[in-house]
């Protein structure tokens, strides 16, 4: 059977202290690559997973309350750095784009939304309901920018929880986007609100988007967690901790699964300049 085109991307960067992402790490600036993937599917076309930033995060974070989000977080981002600009270069038009799946919320995973008017969006129940509840202040506390959401995207959403349900014997909650096995979206829960994985099966190998379920590599490798301030932001500390146990499981009856953090740079940095044919 026909499998996955795969190709990772990267749009803006932040920074981010490396004590701050993993316990143990170096007192020092790092940058945190907000990286996204383009996935061709044999039968449903081109997909993103997640979008990274675009220069909207100024625009939005020029006022209060959301420049207190660009005031705790330096963010990078280029013209040309930007998805849809990326795929334009490819060949590849904005509508062509007819599948997104949304990870989580956070403003460094959804920047591009807009850019994108012929996807359905996937993601699910849970950070959508948050989306919807969460206005001003509240909103900015859990990492939105709402004005990054299209105006229309009631009528485009796809709950992930109206997929297939299907068993992982690693994970609590899982689906299969599109019946065929493909694509498996799989909940990673506890940094942001209802987050979401996927488990791809490409022509290559298989690959795991796991977002922020951990920021670097060595956290699912080595179980190693966060420094217990990113606590204040995150949704449950307890579900995050169960969820990357489940990775480093996963990870260790698997070494051949290929584990992709949005914003570990050791691990996009050798596969982001990959070319494929489309
Ligand atoms: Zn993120």
Request: glycine share 6%; net charge positive.
């Amino acid at each position: 059977m026909s499998r996955l085109k795969f190709k990772l991307m990267r749009a803006g960067y932040c920074d981010a202290h490396e004590h701050h992402a993993i316990r143990g790490g170096r007192k020092k600036k790092i940058a945190f690559d907000a990286v996204f993937a383009l996935i061709k599917h044999p039968q449903e076309g081109f997909i993103l997973f997640d979008t990274g930033y675009t220069k909207r995060f100024y625009e939005e974070t020029s006022h209060y309350p959301e420049k207190i989000y660009a005031n705790f977080t330096k963010v990078y981002i280029n013209p040309e750095e930007e998805a849809v600009q990326q795929l334009q270069k490819l060949g590849i038009a904005p509508t062509e784009i007819k599948h997104l799946i949304i990870s989580h919320f956070h403003a460094d995973h959804v920047g591009g939304l807009k850019d994108f008017p012929a996807a359905t969006f996937y993601c699910s129940a849970e950070a959508y309901n948050q989306v919807k509840q969460k206005n001003g202040f509240a909103a900015v506390r859990k990492g939105l920018l709402k004005g990054l959401i299209p105006a229309d995207f009631d009528e485009r959403v796809y709950l992930i929880d109206q997929c297939k349900k299907i068993n992982n014997p690693y994970f609590e909650v899982a689906y299969d986007l599109f019946g065929d096995g493909l694509i498996q979206l799989i909940g990673l829960n506890g940094h942001g609100a209802g987050q979401f994985g996927a488990l791809l099966k490409t022509n290559e190998k298989d690959i795991f988007l796991v977002a922020d379920a951990c920021w670097l590599s060595r956290s699912y490798q080595q179980l190693i967690l966060p420094h217990p301030i990113v606590r204040l932001f995150f949704e449950s500390w307890q579900q995050y901790k169960e969820n990357l146990d489940r990775l480093h499981k996963f990870h260790k009856d698997h070494p051949e699964v290929l584990i992709i953090p949005t914003h570990c740079n050791a691990t996009s940095s050798k596969i982001i300049s990959t070319q494929i044919a489309w």
